[in-house]
């Protein structure tokens, strides 16, 4: 794609980084087969191809409407088109920029504008969204429909105890973030999660300084408060983190059981990269973030000494957006759930998004239902007794619509954990089992959530079968390939051996059959060649 970006934006880093992005499109439209959005209201500039469009006439210069925010806004971020694009352009990138610049450019209407900025600094301070769900419980009555139905979505998940949390010492120690939103409205995957990893032996910190990681101010064109989150954030684990300090205090990971706030913590690095202050810093943060299904995933053949063979549901993996499209995690959970011996029942259209999206919900209810809606009715398709998901706000979203129980899969995983016998894993742990689901966990996905590999050193290898001796002969010159013809190829016949085989792979040879004098001699069949004749033009 051609661009002219305007004298106006020529400076900006950001916006050089967008027109590289820009001239990545090829216009091929490919991107709109799986857009929601485009799918749903059919509008080219509610497609990817029809945004890009937007945001390139925007950096040259042209006249920017109330419209072409609102296309913008349309956008669900949910990447199914960067899964699609046979280019590679960064389409989520590509609208973080445009989005800022158009925040700049328009101005919004007061009731709007207030409106957005509440729901921006309620949901990224959770003592001021606790006291706001408090009072919207009060004035449920006067509440549009879809507000009433996240209230009482919201009462239904916090009447779960919020129960005690593990306070065991481990050697192995990972970072949690406590988040914001989900602190709030489903307290208990925080506790699940620690509880599950206790069990894995790994003990989890949370720094209390940290906070919102920053998606809910990017996502609205808020660059400046994505930033200043991101910074706080690294400012708060850096202890934790700096390769030069306290061995003691260094953690393994950062591990994140929300797939929203996971990728936003991975692409710190993307978004501080401008920062000479935190560059590098954001680059080690990123770097040292991982899914809590990668960890563990990389600790199945633990998970399947407690849970193999226990779960008897039928389940429905959701995989948010943010998952599969944004951090490219795509099959580890189906994969862990399967080794566990559980039915894992298929989802039509998984790829597309379910209309959470973050705020995306409260700020585009109409479009938000009808995704809602698809999903719900693609998950519950083969009748599943559960349906997990790696997203709070995913869960809450479709909640509102399922009929069929939604649970974070860490909860999942803690609720059946809890409900075995005290020493129930250690009876029936098959140490065979165990050992041969460890040696299928790659050395990538170890390096991936950064763990030791004590845990296959301290298996024992099965002693080897004992061979009978081979004889060995010399082969000539005349055997050794054509490859190796050459100045040294008498050198490399001399030094290569070939071992005999065990037992002849030659066929035995079959007796002719016997004619007496007197018998007809047996006709041969006649086969007829055809003669291809070359005609030279």
């Not at 990668?294 to 948010?320: K, M, N, Y």
């Not at 998950?379 to 809450?396: F, R, T, V, W, Y």
């Not at 051996?497 to 059959?513: E, F, G, I, M, N």
Request: hydrophobic fraction near 35%.
């Amino acid at each position: 794609m051609q661009t002219k970006i305007a004298p106006e934006w020529q400076s900006d880093p950001e916006v050089q980084e967008a027109e590289q992005i820009l001239r990545q499109c090829v216009h091929c439209g490919l991107c709109n087969a799986t857009c929601p959005t485009y799918q749903l209201l059919g509008d080219e500039r509610d497609g990817p191809r029809g945004r890009i469009y937007l945001i390139k006439q925007m950096l040259e210069g042209e006249t920017v409407t109330q419209k072409t925010q609102t296309h913008l806004d349309r956008c669900l971020t949910c990447r199914a088109c960067e899964t699609t694009c046979p280019s590679g352009v960064k389409y989520a990138r590509l609208l973080d920029i445009g989005r800022k610049l158009a925040e700049q450019k328009i101005a919004r209407p007061w009731l709007q504008s207030w409106w957005r900025q509440l729901l921006k600094q309620s949901v990224s301070r959770p003592q001021l969204l606790g006291n706001l769900l408090k009072v919207a419980k009060l004035a449920r009555p006067l509440l549009s429909k879809s507000a009433q139905e996240k209230i009482t979505q919201h009462q239904n998940s916090s009447a779960t105890p919020k129960s005690e949390r593990p306070i065991s010492q481990h050697a192995k120690k990972v970072l949690l973030l406590e988040g914001c939103a989900q602190s709030q409205l489903a307290p208990n995957i925080q506790a699940a999660t620690m509880r599950v990893l206790d069990r894995l032996q790994t003990q989890c910190v949370v720094a209390p300084q940290a906070g919102c990681c920053g998606a809910v101010h990017q996502h609205m064109g808020d660059d400046a408060g994505a930033k200043q989150a991101a910074r706080r954030n690294i400012d708060a684990w850096w202890p934790m983190l700096d390769p030069d300090g306290d061995r003691t205090q260094t953690v393994a990971a950062i591990v994140m059981n929300s797939s929203g706030c996971g990728l936003a913590v991975k692409e710190y690095a993307q978004l501080l990269v401008h920062d000479e202050a935190y560059a590098e810093k954001a680059k080690r943060v990123s770097a040292m973030t991982c899914d809590l299904i990668d960890w563990v995933h990389a600790h199945r053949a633990e998970c399947i000494a407690f849970l193999g063979g226990v779960i008897t549901q039928s389940v429905v993996w959701h995989a948010p957006c943010t998952l599969q499209h944004g951090l490219k995690i795509r099959g580890e959970m189906e994969d862990l759930l399967a080794s566990l011996g559980v039915e894992v029942r298929p989802c039509r259209d998984s790829h597309l998004c379910c209309g959470s999206a973050g705020l995306y919900s409260i700020l585009q209810p109409s479009i938000a239902a009808q995704l809602r809606d698809q999903k719900v009715q693609a998950l519950e398709e083969h009748h599943p007794d559960l349906i997990l998901s790696a997203n709070m706000a995913c869960q809450q979203h479709m909640q509102v619509k399922s009929a069929t129980p939604i649970l974070h899969w860490i909860e999942f995983f803690d609720q059946v954990m809890r409900e075995l016998p005290a020493g129930a894993a250690e009876s029936e742990q098959d140490e065979d089992m165990i050992a041969e689901v460890v040696r299928e966990v790659t050395t990538e996905s170890l390096k991936s959530v950064k763990i030791d590999a004590a845990i296959i050193d301290n298996i024992e290898p099965k002693p080897e079968k004992k061979s009978r001796p081979r004889t060995k002969k010399k082969v000539t010159a005349a055997l050794v390939p054509d490859v190796l013809a050459g100045t040294e190829s008498e050198a490399v016949a001399e030094s290569v051996d070939y071992t005999k085989q065990k037992k002849s792979t030659r066929k035995p040879r079959v007796a002719k059959p016997v004619v007496e004098a007197d018998a007809a001699p047996i006709a041969k069949p006649k086969t007829t060649r055809k003669r291809q004749s070359l005609e030279v033009k």
